[in-house]
């Protein structure tokens, strides 16, 4: 069993030292904790998750989501790759799956969100996470607010489009959308990168928003900052989203990639039909 303490959450976002990884660091939740999930049910616990299914595309991503085992399940053991249980998002290659808005996807691939399930305002939103090699994979850890896009505020807590030394992090709202100035990369320290397990979070205050990765702080946005560009959207409720993309926009702004899939190469195409399209998330934490 998952370690899962009521008491302070202090050691796990605030204690790290050079000789730690994220790997050592367990979760403890406190008194104030809002929603919290280890996934050590048999499967997706749909009290808490949405999944998102073949009417959703957006930013031209070479998949379509598909509400399915095949995409969105839980695995213990050997298959949880060092965690004792674990959400699997899995890419995989169906040719000519669908046809949606006129495009052909060959690919399927899982997204899961907690919108009307659990919407928070301000507090700490935290994913422990283990993510594949390959350039074009696209996942993501995220908020949203539940109202129009971008009016409403998006919280980019974690976001890899395959160059396995850094994820981006990025906040988009009003006058600051899409190209976003609010943006940052991170760069692992030597030795580490996306494929170990690492713990991406953010604390959103009423005055600032503060990511973090293995409780490093790596960038601080405060709301002046913001509004220097345009209107604040962070004191509304937001929901989180995982997901699972495979190319499009930001991956091809990344790699320059054209063929045989925008933002896809066909090194990838094959790591996704060798099965190696897989995203692993230990637990997902909200405290107030």
Do not use: C
């Amino acid at each position: 069993m998952k370690h899962f303490f009521l008491k302070s959450f202090l050691l796990f976002v605030f204690i790290f030292s050079g000789s730690s990884h994220a790997q050592d660091i367990s979760v403890e939740t406190a008194t104030d904790t809002l929603f919290f999930d280890d996934f050590s049910q048999s499967s997706l616990d749909r009290e808490k998750w949405n999944v998102v299914g073949t009417d959703f595309w957006v930013n031209n991503e070479q998949q379509i989501y598909v509400d399915s085992t095949a995409t969105v399940f839980t695995v213990k053991g050997d298959d949880a790759q060092g965690a004792e249980s674990a959400l699997m998002l899995k890419a995989h290659y169906s040719p000519d799956y669908i046809t949606y808005r006129g495009n052909d996807f060959d690919f399927i691939s899982g997204r899961i969100n907690t919108r009307d399930k659990v919407m928070f305002t301000y507090g700490t939103a935290s994913a422990r996470m283990k993510l594949p090699a390959g350039s074009g994979f696209w996942p993501a850890f995220w908020a949203l607010g539940g109202g129009d896009w971008p009016d409403t505020g998006e919280i980019d807590i974690m976001e890899y489009v395959g160059e396995t030394d850094w994820i981006g992090v990025a906040l988009h709202g009003p006058e600051y959308s899409g190209e976003t100035p609010l943006v940052n990369k991170y760069f692992f320290p030597e030795g580490e990168d996306v494929t170990d397990w690492h713990v991406y979070s953010v604390d959103w205050t009423k005055d600032g928003i503060y990511f973090k990765v293995d409780g490093r702080l790596i960038y601080r946005v405060t709301k002046p900052m913001v509004e220097h560009y345009g209107e604040w959207a962070f004191d509304n409720p937001k929901y989180l989203i995982l997901n699972l993309a495979l190319g499009g926009a930001y991956p091809y702004k990344t790699n320059g990639v054209e063929k045989p899939y925008n933002g896809l190469p066909e090194s990838t195409v094959q790591l996704i039909k060798e099965g190696k399209a897989e995203v692993l998330i230990d637990w997902v934490l909200i405290r107030n």
